[in-house]
């Protein structure tokens, strides 16, 4: 079965960022895609991963402070790291 690509604007979209920001992200390889001509493609296991390494920044900056997190503080820590991400509010 084929995987769907999706365009930076689907991307946008879903991250609730601007399609320029996602175009950036893509230029410096910050969020993995395949460029054919012009036109930028995402595929959304790589959206995920982009999605996951963000959650894992986010964890590791909290381990930093040597105060281990318990496994309901890693679900909300990558609950919210998620809803930052979909609303914009975190840059990588």
């Known amino acids: 079965m084929e995987e769907r690509l999706l365009t930076p604007e689907e991307v946008a979209s879903i991250l609730a960022v601007s399609p320029k920001s996602v175009r ?3 230029r ?3 969020l993995k895609g395949v460029k054919a ?3 930028w493609r995402v595929r959304k296991r790589d959206l995920d991963t982009f999605l ?3 959650v894992q920044t986010l964890e590791s900056s ?3 402070l040597n105060e281990p997190l ?3 503080e890693k679900r909300k ?3 919210e790291a998620k809803e930052a991400l979909l609303r ?3 840059k990588l």
């Open 88 to 90: 914009g509010n975190i």
């Open 62 to 64: 909290q381990e930093d």
């Open 77 to 79: 820590v990558a609950s």
């Open 70 to 72: 318990t496994e309901e």
């Open 52 to 54: 996951d390494f963000a």
């Open 28 to 30: 410096r390889g910050k």
């Open 37 to 39: 001509g012009r036109l």
């Open 24 to 26: 950036e992200w893509l």
